[in-house]
């Protein structure tokens, strides 16, 4: 396994980060605890959950991967100094988490305090932010005149900024978090957490967690270029685009238990004609090669240039294994070559 480190902290993280939204729902706490102690074994040490999950998301299932996790730990609590923890507070958007509040100093705080019982632990090493306050191009948002920036008020969204700011000084100060992190913002994001961090010597975001995958590599090159120059963690989230890259929802297919048999909050927005015939050309060309489409993609996104830790997740063992192994080797420059062909046949298919 190689190790890395997460942008300007100074963690050392695994190239590949377990993701966990899974368990609560599709998964029990039998199934976390096998993937947990298999990951370690693997040399896995870097763990992503947050409060929202289990996902999709709903009120029932909301802290359940936590709740798991936290099982998990005080069963092995020798194990805690060996993984980097990282949770997320929920943005606004869901009444039943603190009645549809934004993030503040206050909910942070807050929410910090519940993700701790909840995970059975006295601190987390990466604090993010699950989204901004404000509509970020993300899941399905990134077409033209999808947000109106020209209607954006900057001004009061960098105070919310510093006041966010303030509530994770706090938190480090008190020793319950280490170090905090973005997901799904973008460049503009990025830039004003680290001016306003500079300006009143407040933490400095280390990390931002979006989604990139074949099918969606909207963040190269400006945020990723971003990120380098800036000793901000890259984290691809979703590297399989829900699964859809192992060819799974080929020709209608809906396998049973599968993700997509369960109700998404935005919806299946990628699924679209253009996706899928992207996805045929990656299955073919991955035969081709003797590979599974799976580690095809995944082999893909820990190439890209930028990359920190890509976030894997699996609903079985069998999935799990296979996305591990598709970390051992690189794939060649013919099979990059080709792929960078494909790109250019299936440019942002949904």
């Known amino acids: 396994m190689k190790y890395v480190r997460l942008g300007s902290s100074s963690l050392e993280v695994s190239r590949i980060c377990l993701g966990s939204m899974t368990w609560g729902l599709q998964n029990n706490q039998q199934d976390a605890?096998?993937?947990?102690d298999y990951a370690q074994t693997q040399?896995?040490?870097?763990?992503?959950?947050?409060?929202?999950y289990a996902v999709p998301p709903s009120e029932d299932t909301y802290g359940k991967t936590e709740t798991i996790i936290g099982n998990w730990l005080k069963a092995n609590p020798s194990r805690r100094k060996e993984i980097v923890l990282a949770s997320k507070i929920a943005g606004p958007?869901?009444?039943?988490?603190?009645?549809?509040?934004?993030?503040?100093?206050?909910?942070?705080?807050?929410?910090?305090?519940?993700?701790?019982?909840?995970l059975q632990t006295d601190y987390i090493d990466l604090y993010q932010l699950h989204w901004p306050n404000y509509t970020s191009p993300h899941f399905g948002k990134h077409w033209p005149n999808n947000v109106h920036y020209t209607s954006f008020n900057a001004e009061q969204q960098t105070e919310k900024m510093l006041d966010i700011l303030q509530?994770?000084?706090h938190c480090m100060a008190a020793g319950k978090i280490r170090h905090c992190g973005l997901s799904n913002d973008t460049p503009w994001g990025i830039n004003q957490y680290l001016r306003l961090s500079e300006?009143?010597?407040?933490?400095?975001?280390?990390?931002?967690?979006?989604?990139?995958?074949?099918?969606?590599?909207?963040?190269?090159?400006?945020?990723?270029?971003n990120c380098v120059h800036e000793d901000i963690a890259y984290l691809p989230w979703s590297p399989l685009?829900?699964?859809?890259l192992t060819g799974k929802y080929l020709n209608g297919n809906i396998p049973k238990g599968s993700r997509?048999?369960?109700?998404?909050?935005?919806g299946l927005f990628r699924d679209t004609p253009n996706t899928h015939k992207a996805v045929q050309a990656f299955v073919d060309l991955a035969?081709?090669?003797?590979?599974?489409?799976?580690?095809?993609?995944?082999?893909?996104?820990?190439?890209?240039?930028?990359?920190?830790?890509?976030?894997?997740?699996?609903?079985?063992?069998?999935?799990?294994?296979?996305?591990?192994?598709?970390?051992?080797?690189?794939?060649?420059?013919e099979i990059i070559k080709d792929i960078g062909e494909i790109l250019q046949q299936h440019p942002s298919p949904f």
């Open 199 to 225: 300006q009143h010597n407040l933490p400095r975001m280390v990390s931002i967690q979006n989604e990139f995958s074949l099918l969606h590599t909207k963040d190269w090159p400006y945020l990723i270029e």
């Open 167 to 169: 509530g994770l000084s």
């Open 93 to 118: 958007g869901l009444s039943y988490i603190r009645d549809n509040s934004e993030i503040n100093s206050k909910t942070i705080v807050e929410a910090v305090e519940a993700s701790l019982k909840r």
């Open 33 to 36: 605890n096998e993937q947990l």
């Open 287 to 333: 035969k081709q090669h003797n590979l599974t489409p799976a580690s095809l993609a995944l082999g893909w996104v820990d190439q890209v240039n930028g990359v920190t830790s890509t976030i894997i997740g699996a609903t079985s063992m069998k999935q799990l294994k296979e996305n591990i192994h598709a970390f051992k080797a690189p794939l060649s420059e």
């Open 43 to 52: 040399g896995i040490n870097f763990l992503d959950t947050a409060e929202l």
């Open 260 to 266: 997509w048999t369960f109700m998404q909050r935005n």
């Open 241 to 244: 685009a829900t699964g859809l």
